[in-house]
């Protein structure tokens, strides 16, 4: 599904990622991780186009996305930080997305499973961190691509919309898509993830399951295996 081939990035003199092969099979959740400021989102937006490497090449479907942007509506993306205007109303964001991407949506029932339904006339610069995350997270699921990419998709989320979120990805998992998430919760990633990938300096540290990283780093949950994972493992 996606193919990345000795990607290299930098910001001015910050070198970010400095030789990135991976491979991501069609099929399944992955969780990319890593320390704050490692490359994550970095790393997500060059295979959504919206970084552009130094060197390397990716590929996506099949086909190389170099000076191409028709692959990008295939993918269904809840970015880091969404900015929309304030004074846009829900129910109009949620139009002008549709209307945007001129795709059939199914929104109703993610909007009544995040019990949105109060907030829909409500302006977005009103809302709460949480229920603004789970109007973006409407905004995501409600198309039906075949390749979903959520940057830190828990951010605010109460325990209740946390458990909806899982069996929404899960649902998603189930129907043969391929999930790409980045998040520093790692309960929720140890509850989801088929398969991990770790950046570290750049370059892609560890590649494999919780439970092989867990066996690695001869830890018995997640966290402790990520906080391990620099001293007890060989790069991937
Ligand atoms: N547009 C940009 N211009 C300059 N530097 C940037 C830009 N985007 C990212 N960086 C830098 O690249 C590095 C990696 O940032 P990135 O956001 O990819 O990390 P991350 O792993 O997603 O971090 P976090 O876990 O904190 O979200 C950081 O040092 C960041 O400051």
Not at 51 to 64: M, R
Request: proline residues 3%.
């Amino acid at each position: 599904m996606i193919e990345i081939k000795d990607l290299h990035k930098k910001f001015g003199k910050n070198q970010v990622l400095s030789g990135i092969d991976l491979e991501i099979k069609e099929g399944g959740i992955f969780a990319i991780l890593g320390p704050n400021g490692s490359g994550k989102t970095t790393l997500i937006k060059s295979i959504l186009g919206m970084v552009i490497p130094n060197k390397g090449n990716i590929i996506v479907a099949g086909n190389s996305i170099k000076k191409t942007w028709k692959y990008r509506e295939g993918i269904d993306y809840l970015p880091q930080i969404a900015n929309f205007p304030g004074n846009l109303r829900v129910r109009e964001l949620i139009r002008m997305i549709k209307d945007l991407r001129r795709r059939s949506a199914d929104e109703d029932r993610l909007i009544k499973m995040f019990k949105l339904e109060p907030f829909l006339d409500k302006k977005l610069s009103t809302l709460s961190g949480g229920t603004k995350q789970k109007v973006n997270i409407v905004l995501t699921f409600m198309f039906d691509s075949t390749l979903i990419i959520l940057d830190e998709p828990t951010t605010g989320l109460d325990p209740a919309s946390l458990i909806h979120l899982k069996r929404l990805i899960q649902e998603e998992k189930i129907k043969g898509k391929t999930i790409l998430i980045t998040s520093h919760i790692m309960q929720f990633v140890a509850e989801i993830a088929d398969t991990i990938v770790y950046i570290l300096e750049g370059k892609i540290y560890f590649k494999g399951s919780v439970e092989e990283l867990k066996a690695k780093t001869k830890q018995t949950d997640l966290e402790h295996a990520i906080a391990a994972i620099t001293t007890t493992t060989d790069h991937a």
